[in-house]
């Protein structure tokens, strides 16, 4: 019997699947619709994203991962198993050996979590790698020469920033700012500005649309509609890219914070390796219009916006899928039911 090995970049905003040998073969946002009287499943994935904020009483849209780690342990390990049966068929044939990325600052206890998730869900045994190794391993960068590299993973919950030198980690720092703070700032803005109250899903529309890291003057437009908190009645108002990013400066800045405290903490002759190659920006967060130069405006260093930015971890994860023998003593932990943490 062949068993199919699965890379699973399980993210707060996205879940990504690699199966060995054929690539990225499933993307698809990290929520589930539930029927809270039956605690039914009713939709996973796209189908219940766009359930968000549109659900009856009985219908919640859930999204069970929050700040990059487990928020709700059943929902997560029924989104697992869905998507596990989405791309292998149902029954398993076999029990997969599954990698999946947690964050650089994840407890032992998510750890835990996100282990026990999985064999519920079906794996024979699960790897752990932390999301900047995978990152930039899925960036092409050679982790295990003796040079240093900057990685900087902006998701949806997290913002995962590390140093890497000869196939580990030498410092390494992960704040809970990352996408979904950047759909609250919108909302309060929008809410302090213009008493309109907009859901996540708008917020989500403008950053990604006209959201920039800091104001322009070739600046864009786009029209939403929200609920006059005054009134109470539909509203329509026209914001511009120079808004949004006014609405971003706070989680931006504690963003370059996050970054400017970790290269005062690299070791100076690896801080001279990454003055020299520069910083890699991964995650849907580095799409944002502007974020490179808003990080290189504050370092002094060049910032390098990945091509498949969105991919890099899972391709990272495949990568390590497709060479387990080498990168299984520098880059991971693995685990099967039972076993206790090292």
């Avoid at 700012?177 to 609250?184: L, N, P, R, S, Y």
């Amino acid at each position: 019997m062949v068993f199919r090995d699965v890379g699973i970049d399980l993210g707060t905003a996205s879940v990504l699947v690699y199966i060995k040998g054929k690539g990225i073969v499933l993307r698809e946002p990290s929520v589930v619709a539930i029927d809270k009287n039956t605690n039914k499943v009713l939709a996973v994935g796209e189908e219940a994203r766009r359930m968000i904020g549109r659900t009856p009483g009985n219908i919640v849209a859930i999204r069970p991962l929050r700040d990059g780690v487990i928020s709700d342990y059943e929902i997560t390990e029924k989104m697992l198993r869905y998507f596990l049966n989405k791309i292998v068929g149902r029954p398993f044939l076999f029990k997969p050996r599954i990698v999946v990325c947690v964050p650089s600052g994840a407890t032992e206890v998510e750890k835990r979590a996100v282990l026990d998730a999985a064999y519920e869900a079906g794996a024979r045994r699960t790897y752990l790698v932390e999301e900047p190794i995978a990152a930039a391993i899925g960036a092409g960068i050679d982790i295990s020469k003796p040079y240093g590299n900057m990685v900087i993973d902006i998701g949806g919950g997290t913002t995962n920033i590390a140093v890497i030198s000869l196939g580990g980690i030498v410092v390494s720092n992960s704040i809970k700012v990352a996408g979904d703070k950047f759909d609250e700032a919108i909302i309060r803005y929008m809410r302090k500005k213009y008493n309109l109250l907009i859901g996540e899903r708008t917020a989500e529309d403008l950053k990604i649309t006209i959201g920039m890291a800091y104001p322009k003057e070739d600046s864009s437009s786009m029209m939403i509609t929200g609920r006059n908190l005054i009134s109470g009645l539909p509203r329509t108002v026209t914001i511009t890219s120079g808004e949004v990013a006014e609405a971003l400066a706070e989680p931006l800045q504690a963003i370059v914070e996050a970054v400017h405290a970790l290269l005062e903490r690299t070791p100076p002759e690896l801080a001279s390796d990454i003055s020299e190659r520069g910083i890699v920006m991964v995650g849907g967060g580095a799409l944002l219009n502007g974020m490179d130069q808003l990080i290189q405006e504050h370092t002094k260093i060049p910032v390098h916006v990945m091509e498949d930015a969105v991919s890099c971890v899972a391709l990272g994860t495949g990568r390590v899928l497709e060479a387990l023998d080498l990168y299984g003593s520098v880059a991971l932990r693995s685990y099967s039911r039972g076993e206790a943490f090292s």
